[in-house]
């Protein structure tokens, strides 16, 4: 069965600080991965995906993540936050196949706080 | 290009009554998913569709229910209405449902 798990529900930064929001996964075969951001009352906005190639992705608003085959996870990053980078971010996974088709998994989200 | 929109915004309806969601997809997306938002279940996926059959099932009661239209514009019923069908519904698009998805800002269902 697939499955996305964010481990920390708050992350909590300075701004001008990197950050991290943290997640692993589980699928078989080979995972197609993506990044969501939520703002309150708000739909999701697509930040980043990994399909295949490079294991560094880069997306918008600055954020880049790590795909890690071994460690089975995709991790979101920013060099130096900002305190409008604070929301909700998702991350999510489709299995590869017919039968997942338009079909992600989400995880239960992170809260990303950064302070002034 | 316009993004993917969802209607109505706000929804309240009572125990019992039944609800239709509208989404229409962004411009030359042939894939349109629908996902039920709550605090205590997350982001959780109803159904997809693609050229106006249903490709993929969440496992929701038959009570969810589906279609789109030739135009990619897409529907989501929801009869006999429960208090704990209260969510954010999120409707997305895609180009084949296998690239990323888009999202509108959802309607928010309260049922009482």
């Known amino acids: 069965a697939q499955s996305v798990a964010q481990p920390e529900d708050q992350v909590n930064v300075a701004e001008g600080n990197p950050l991290t929001v943290k997640c692993t996964y589980s699928?078989?075969?080979?995972?197609?991965l993506f990044w969501y951001v939520q703002y309150p009352n708000r739909g999701l906005q697509f930040l980043l995906k990994?399909?295949?190639?490079?294991?560094l992705v880069k997306g918008s608003y600055g954020f880049e993540a790590e795909f890690n085959k071994s460690q089975t996870s995709f991790h979101l990053k920013k060099p130096s936050a900002l305190v409008s980078d604070s929301a909700l971010y998702f991350c999510?996974?489709?299995?590869?196949?017919?039968?997942?088709?338009?079909?992600?998994?989400f995880g239960q989200g992170t809260t990303l706080q950064v302070k002034p | 290009k316009a993004g993917v929109t969802q209607t109505p915004r706000y929804l309240i309806k009572t125990r019992g009554q039944q609800v239709t969601l509208s989404c229409s997809p962004i411009?030359?997306?042939?894939?349109v998913s629908w996902y039920q938002q709550t605090p205590g279940q997350g982001l959780q996926f109803l159904f997809e569709?693609?050229?106006?059959?249903?490709?993929n099932k969440g496992n929701f009661p038959g009570r969810f229910s589906g279609r789109q239209f030739s135009n990619s514009r897409s529907e989501m019923n929801v009869s006999t209405l429960e208090l704990g069908d209260s969510a954010l519904y999120l409707c997305?698009?895609?180009?084949?449902?296998?690239?990323?998805?888009?999202f509108g800002q959802g309607t928010r269902l309260t049922v009482v």
């Open positions: 569709y693609f050229s106006e059959t249903q490709r």
């Open positions: 997305a698009s895609s180009s084949s449902g296998n690239t990323e998805a888009f």
């Open positions: 999510a996974v489709r299995g590869y196949g017919s039968g997942n088709t338009g079909k992600l998994i």
């Open positions: 411009s030359g997306h042939r894939s």
């Open positions: 699928v078989s075969g080979n995972p197609y």
């Open positions: 990994y399909i295949t190639g490079d294991n």
